[in-house]
């Protein structure tokens, strides 16, 4: 009891102790790898080398001052750690930069950091953050130079707090969640030199005190946030700035003039805004600028002649604006331009013929404007040229032979035009060449296609052009292609069986063209053909049965050649065609109905004389004649009647004992009473007239009697008979002849169930005596009424005219 005693005074010691004194810096940095996932005791942990038997000053991250007793900079940034920031971190008292970078570290920020007075740069970037900034760091941290916490998920309203810290030189709030406005103090910063604040959900004007960071040579607004008004003309009081972004953030209005005195500007980014009227002449002042991006704006009018002072320009974006006008001739001489997109405006006139000679042109696109003349020879002068697109305007002319030797070209998209002459030589040889799209134009010649060809290249376009000549064996060699579209030309000759080596090929169209002999059955090795359309060409032979192994296929057309022979049956089976055209050919035999043809629309068959089936008329010759339905024989109709009548008398007899078992279930007799209209008389008054003396007629079904109401209206009843052996023949025979109607065999001369209901209440009369007439003529005149008495063998429901 001693000993427990004493070890439970000695515990108490040591807590009092620790409690009472700073950790050691051993036993901190012990702690941050306990609350890091990733630096925990495993053999893969990046903080292996964090063991208790070498010094701390030897661990990965881990930097100590000359005496190797104080950890000055702690670098964990990129190791795929995950877990929480402990707040032990605070006892590394002589820290000076702390980075966790790039890594999955969540939690809030924790406060406790504020107590590293000596600490410069704090990076906590591209982390799970979260919770909202903590103002203590303001307080302490009153060295800071640098701090970034740069994607996160840290929320509220930008810190007000955060200018306190006076030192700073870079802050970065982006990429995360706050919210409100840019406080106006947050031009207060004296050494600032980068800001960024893009990628939030900030609101409001941009304060013009931002134009008091003087020092500022960088500044990020854009991107997610939604400004209102647009860019304050005292941001042309940053004489410092070298790269301004304030993409995406819904700025309108006009640029300011004042932009212009931003001497050191290199970049300017102001694309997908709301920006409209002309272009501020004063950007041309900026001769330091080397990229300008104001594409997705709604800016007018023409490009000002101030920008041929933009020497030092690499890339020039203006795409999707409302400008129009020529494009100037001074942006073909631009020395240093490597990127021109101005694509979806209403630029006239023709293209600089120098764009490109300056040798270091990457990227042009062109497309979509009203753009005319030809194409400048020499764009690819320094073989750099990678994308080439002039889609959608009204050139004419060549396309330069330069082209074809042209090896950095990945893409190439000048469909659309009025181009004419030949496909450059070597254009699909070229090594990186991805994207051919010259469809729509006047192109002819053959195709250029012989030994090496780009094993890049995803997709041929040339459609509705005049090309002519033989497909080329060769064309198999494109084992990357996966759409080749060459309808709408003059290409003659067979189809190559090397087509079948397009392993990638996924569409296919060599419509509207004067192809002959067989449709290559090699075609079904392309696997992963969904679309193929052979239609309108001079095809001829039969439809290969090998077709129906392409089993992802959903459209065939073959329409409008000259094939032959039957429709292979097992295209029934492709679950996947959802559309076919056979049509106007000379197919023979009969069109399946099973499987897929279930769903095929008749007019896929059309044009062939020799195909029957459904909707096509009867098949001519042994083996192929069309099933029809068989018209019923005489024998089978009376057979169908007679048993119609058995159910009759079946039905009529069961309902005879249900009535009278309900008869005899009930008490006392009643009487039904079913009325077809409003009646203004009771039963007992139908009663009254059932007498001897008011007989006014006698039949096979029963009596009629002649009755008077109170109301004067008189009224002929109808006590059913009670037997049906006594109906008379001439009525039995009249049924017998409505059901001779209801399986006629054509569905035109087959009564409907008003016509049979009509029919039926006609029953003709056996001649009756001249007394007999008269009176049947009263009964016909008065009110259809019914009645059945309990005494009758009828069932009660039993209606009769």
């Known amino acids: 009891m001693k000993i427990l005693l004493l070890l439970l005074f000695l515990l108490h010691i040591s807590h009092s102790f620790t409690a009472g004194q700073p950790i050691s810096e051993f036993h901190a940095l012990l702690s941050l790898k306990s609350s890091l996932a990733g630096g925990r005791n495993d053999k893969h942990s990046p903080l292996t080398s964090w063991k208790l038997s070498t010094s701390f000053c030897l661990w990965t991250g881990v930097t100590c001052d000359v005496s190797r007793r104080h950890v000055t900079s ?188 931003l001497q050191k500007l290199d970049t300017l980014f102001l694309q997908v805004n709301a920006f409209a009227g002309p272009l501020t002449p004063e950007l041309g002042l900026i001769s330091s600028l080397k990229s300008m991006d104001l594409s997705n704006n709604m800016f007018t009018g023409e490009i000002p002649a101030s920008f041929e002072q933009l020497k030092n320009l690499t890339l020039l974006n203006l795409f999707r604006n409302k400008l129009y006008g020529a494009i100037p001739e001074f942006i073909g001489d631009l020395p240093e331009l490597e990127v021109l997109q101005l694509w979806e405006n209403n630029f006239t006139g023709s293209i600089p013929q120098k764009l490109g000679e300056n040798g270091r042109l990457v990227i042009l696109d062109l497309s979509s404007n009203k753009l005319t003349g030809t194409l400048p020879p020499n764009m690819c002068s320094g ?79 040339l459609s509705n052009n005049q090309l002519s000549g033989p497909l080329p064996p060769a064309i198999g060699n494109f084992s990357g292609v996966q759409k080749l579209l060459l309808d709408g030309n003059k290409f003659a000759g067979p189809i190559p069986s090397e087509i079948g080596r397009l392993q990638q090929l996924s569409k296919m169209d060599l419509s509207h063209n004067l192809l002959s002999g067989r ?156 009325a077809f209209q409003r009646l203004d008389f009771t039963c007992d008054d139908v009663l009254v007239s059932l007498k001897e003396d008011n007989i006014i007629g006698k039949g096979g079904a029963g009596i009629v009697y002649k009755g008077v109401m109170p109301s004067g209206e008189l009224v002929a009843v109808k006590r059913l008979a009670t037997i049906l052996s006594s109906v008379p023949v001439h009525e039995v025979t009249h049924v017998f002849y409505v059901a001779m109607l209801c399986v006629e065999e054509q569905a035109v001369e087959r009564p409907t169930m008003r016509e049979v209901v009509q029919i039926l209440t006609e029953i003709p009369k056996i001649p009756l005596s001249k007394q007999q007439a008269a009176e049947s003529d009263v009964t016909e005149k008065a009110p259809a009424f019914s009645e059945s008495s309990p005494d009758s063998g009828s069932p009660p429901d039993l209606l009769s005219s």
Not at 120 to 136: A, K, M, Q, T
Not at 409 to 436: A, D, H, Y
Not at 584 to 605: I, R
């Open 74 to 261: 702690l670098d964990l940034s990129g190791l795929d750690l995950s877990g929480t920031l402990s707040s032990d971190v605070a006892h590394l008292p002589l820290l000076q930069n702390l980075s966790v970078a790039a890594n999955q570290i969540s939690g809030p920020i924790p406060p406790e950091i504020a107590n590293l007075s000596e600490l410069r740069h704090l990076n906590l970037s591209n982390n799970v953050f979260n919770g909202s900034y903590p103002d203590e760091l303001s307080a302490g941290l009153v060295n800071l130079e640098v701090l970034d916490l740069y994607n996160n998920n840290l929320t509220g309203d930008l810190p007000v707090s955060i200018t306190n810290l006076t030192q700073l030189r870079h802050l970065h709030l982006g990429g995360n969640y706050f919210a409100g406005r840019i406080p106006a103090v947050y031009g207060s910063w004296p050494v600032l030199e980068y800001l960024a604040v893009s990628g939030n959900e900030l609101i409001g004007k941009i304060p013009p005190e931002i134009g008091n960071l003087t020092s500022l040579r960088e500044l990020y607004i854009g991107y997610y946030n939604a400004f209102e008004d647009g860019l304050p003309p005292e941001i042309g009081n940053l004489s410092e700035l070298v790269r301004f972004d304030a993409a995406n953030c819904g700025l309108t209005g006009k640029i300011p003039p004042e932009i212009g005195r």
């Open 383 to 461: 073989n750099r040229l990678m994308t080439l697109i002039t889609l959608g305007n009204f050139l004419f002319g060549s396309i330069p032979d330069s082209l074809g030797k042209c090896e950095a070209l990945t893409r190439i998209r000048m469909g659309e035009n009025f181009l004419n002459g030949s496909i450059p030589k070597g254009l699909f040889g070229l090594p990186k060449l991805s994207q051919v799209e010259l469809q729509d134009n006047y192109l002819t010649g053959e195709l250029p296609i012989s030994g090496g060809v780009s094993l890049d290249l995803g997709q041929i376009s």
């Open 519 to 674: 449709i290559a059955p090699e075609i079904s090795r392309c696997k992963l053909l969904t679309f193929v359309d052979l239609s309108r060409n001079e095809l001829s032979g039969e439809i290969p049965n090998e077709i129906t192994s392409m089993r992802i296929l959903n459209y065939l057309n073959i329409s409008r050649n000259h094939l032959v022979g039957s429709i292979p049956v097992t295209i029934a089976s492709m679950q996947s065609l959802t559309s076919v055209d056979f049509s106007y050919n000379n197919l023979s035999g009969l069109v399946p109905s099973t499987g897929q043809f279930s769903y095929f629309n008749y007019t896929s068959f059309l044009g062939n004389s020799e195909l029957c089936g459904p909707y096509l008329g009867p098949c001519k010759g042994k083996g192929t004649h069309q099933p029809r339905v068989k018209p019923l024989s005489a024998t089978t109709k009376l057979l169908l009647v007679l048993g119609l009548l058995f159910c009759s008398m079946v039905f009529a007899i069961a309902a005879i004992v249900k009535a009278r078992s309900l008869r005899n279930a009930s008490d006392f007799k009643a009487w039904r009473l079913t």
